[in-house]
């Protein structure tokens, strides 16, 4: 079946400027990651949602950074006044639940360049 | 605060021979533990796991081995192929804290032909 999609799959914007970035979970997920990857870098954890719960944000750099998921399924992540140091692969995976029980599919990333 | 770290940012393998890949936690709460492998221009996929009731967890040509005393788990491959050429990342999660992954910052392995 479809995998984890995400689009852009790249793009480019200047700094102070808003973008969105979309990801379209595996039907039947019910559980949603953002995750970036700076260059050089590991895989730094951003936002999860599960299923009704409130999303845990414990993870976003900054209030210039804000996620949503709309009837359980589709993610939008939004950088709002975008700096350079929010340069990075932005990362969306889901899995059926729990990390012990269902493994995380990750899409292949949107590459964002601030300049 | 890195609670998980891969400290070899690279390892270079013949063809045919055993790859080694090392992943030292610091969260003694970590309860299961992944393997993840990477493309370029790809998302990361899924390799193996291991609970942390377990010290060795086995598929085909890859086994992760635990161990909890020291905070460290490997990941072996063999034999190797040049296909295995990848980024290679460890991940931890704590089941009683949420539901997300602690991540490593990888190791790259080249397996040479």
């Known amino acids: 079946g479809a995998g984890v999609s995400q689009s852009p799959s790249n793009k480019v914007t200047e700094k102070g400027k808003d973008v969105e970035l979309r990801c379209d979970p595996i039907?039947?997920?019910?559980?949603l990651y953002w995750y970036r990857q700076s260059l050089g870098q590991g895989l730094e954890f951003l936002i999860y949602?599960?299923?009704?719960?409130?999303?845990?944000k414990s993870g976003l750099p900054s209030d210039r950074f804000s996620a949503e998921r709309t009837g359980g399924s589709v993610s939008t992540l939004t950088i709002q006044r975008t700096q350079q140091e929010d340069s990075a692969v932005y990362l969306c995976?889901?899995?059926?639940?729990?990390?012990?029980?269902?493994?995380?599919?990750f899409g292949n990333g949107t590459r964002l360049t601030v300049t | 605060d890195q609670q998980v770290k891969q400290n070899s940012p690279s390892l270079s393998v013949q063809e045919g021979r055993i790859s080694i890949l090392n992943c030292d936690y610091t969260?003694?709460?970590?309860?299961?533990f992944l393997w993840y492998k990477k493309y370029p221009a790809e998302g990361p996929t899924f390799l193996i796991s291991?609970?942390?009731?377990?010290d060795k967890n086995e598929d085909g040509r890859f086994t992760v081995f635990l161990n909890k005393s020291a905070k460290h788990l490997s990941l072996h491959i063999v034999p190797s192929q040049p296909g295995d050429s990848a980024v290679y990342f460890c991940?931890?999660?704590?089941?009683?804290?949420?539901?997300?992954?602690?991540f490593g910052g990888g190791t790259r392995l080249m397996v040479k032909p």
């Open positions: 995976a889901s899995s059926l639940g729990t990390v012990g029980i269902s493994p995380l599919h």
């Open positions: 039907s039947g997920h019910t559980a």
């Open positions: 949602f599960q299923g009704n719960s409130a999303p845990d």
């Open positions: 969260n003694s709460m970590f309860d299961y």
């Open positions: 291991i609970s942390s009731i377990k």
């Open positions: 991940a931890a999660s704590d089941n009683n804290a949420g539901n997300m992954l602690t």
